[in-house]
Nanobody, 118 residues
Framework: QVQLVESGGGLVQPGGSLRLSCAAS????????MNWYRQAPGKQRELVAG???????NYADSGMGRFTISRDNAKNTLYLQMNSLKPEDTAVYYC????????????WGQGTQVTVSS
């Protein structure tokens, strides 16, 4: 059974930083791609960043230069370092294991709330 458990969200002032973590109970974690999504109130869920099994990363324009996605395969953990946070980054952030080879469906974590406010 795949489980994705996010942590690290919270309240931060504009310009501050947070590091989100996603603990994945996936035996083949080291060979799967992973993503971070977010959903703000009243908006659709959107891709924030992705990372392949080889460590190749991609970012949405909104986080380019401010967010860094990374992974620790020894710990089966995905990270999202977020710097220079803005109020518009306020959202619930979700860890995603997308459908891919050896993964038959999309999996989502429960989400972690990030609030950027003074």
């Amino acid at each position: 059974q795949v489980q994705l458990v996010e942590s690290g969200g919270g309240l931060v002032q504009p310009g501050g930083s947070l590091r989100l973590s996603c603990a994945a109970s996936v035996s083949i974690f080291r060979i799967v791609a992973m993503n971070w999504y977010r959903q703000a109130p009243g908006k659709q869920r959107e891709l924030v960043a992705g990372i392949t099994s080889d460590g190749i990363t991609n970012y949405a324009d909104s986080g380019m230069g401010r967010f860094t996605i990374s992974r620790d395969n020894a710990k089966n953990t995905l990270y999202l370092q977020m710097n220079s946070l803005k109020p518009e980054d306020t959202a619930v952030y979700y860890c995603n294991l997308p459908q891919q080879v050896r993964i038959s469906r999309n999996y989502w974590g429960q989400g972690t709330q990030v609030t950027v406010s003074s």
